[in-house]
Nanobody, 119 residues
Framework: QVQVVESGGGLVQPGGSLRLSCTAS????????MGWYRQAPGKQRELVAG???????NYGDSVKGRFTISRDNSKNTAYLQMNSLKSEDTAVYYC?????????????WGQGTLVTVAS
């Protein structure tokens, strides 16, 4: 069984910063691609940032230049550094972690962490 847990959400003022973390635990060989998604009330879930096992990254247009995704393979952890936060960044942020589980590749979702940007 594989679990993915996010942390680091909370309330922050516009212009502020937050760092989210996402860690996978359980019985698996290694991690693959990692991604952060978000879903605001009344909106569809959207990709925020992704990072491959080799370290290549991609970002949603609305966060380019403000957010940075990174990973620590030794800790099975992905990070999302969010700077210059705006009210429109308010959403539940979800992590998706790819893991090599026996002979299968699984994409496991976390439960989400709420980020609220407000004064």
């Amino acid at each position: 069984q594989v679990q993915v847990v996010e942390s680091g959400g909370g309330l922050v003022q516009p212009g502020g910063s937050l760092r989210l973390s996402c860690t996978a635990s359980g019985s698996f060989r290694s991690t693959g691609a990692m991604g952060w998604y978000r879903q605001a009330p009344g909106k569809q879930r959207e990709l925020v940032a992704g990072i491959t096992s080799g370290g290549s990254t991609n970002y949603g247009d609305s966060v380019k230049g403000r957010f940075t995704i990174s990973r620590d393979n030794s800790k099975n952890t992905a990070y999302l550094q969010m700077n210059s936060l705006k009210s429109e960044d308010t959403a539940v942020y979800y992590c998706q972690m790819g893991v090599y589980y026996f002979d299968r590749y699984l994409e496991v979702w976390g439960q989400g962490t709420l980020v609220t940007v407000a004064s």
